[in-house]
């Protein structure tokens, strides 16, 4: 029902800053909360940033607060990760989820039902 796919990943310096897309396929998308997790090398997959359906309501990782900001156009069905100082730890393939529940923003990567294939992310110290 619905497909994801990332985009905006790069090479950046520290200090730098990267917009990550995904872009959606599917009629329910807009009915969907979103979010962003990410996985480096050696490490589980960790929560970054989530959507409502709406756009909201957001919620973020401590570890990003403050330097991404997460946001969607559902006329696109598109949601964006906008991250800013970006620090060699923030290097990993960043995901983007589809939640199809409703309630208050899933954090585990349990709580969303569509993937995408992952973009990575490498910032250069």
């Known amino acids: 029902q619905v497909q994801l796919v990332e985009s905006g990943g790069g090479l950046v310096q520290a200090g730098g800053s990267l917009r990550l897309s995904c872009e959606a396929s599917g009629r329910t998308y807009i009915n969907y909360a979103m979010g962003w997790f990410r996985q480096a090398p050696g490490k589980e997959r960790e929560f970054v940033a989530a959507i409502s359906w709406s756009g909201g309501t957001t919620y973020y990782a401590d570890s990003v607060k403050g330097r991404c900001t997460i946001s969607r156009d559902n006329a696109k069905k598109t949601v964006y990760l906008q991250m800013n100082s970006l620090k060699p730890e923030d290097t990993a393939v960043y995901y983007c989820?589809?939640?199809?529940?409703?309630?208050?923003?899933?954090?585990?990567?349990?709580?969303?039902?569509?993937w995408g294939q992952g973009t990575q992310v490498t910032v250069s110290s």
């Open positions: 989820a589809a939640d199809s529940s409703w309630g208050r923003l899933g954090t585990k990567i349990d709580s969303y039902d569509y």
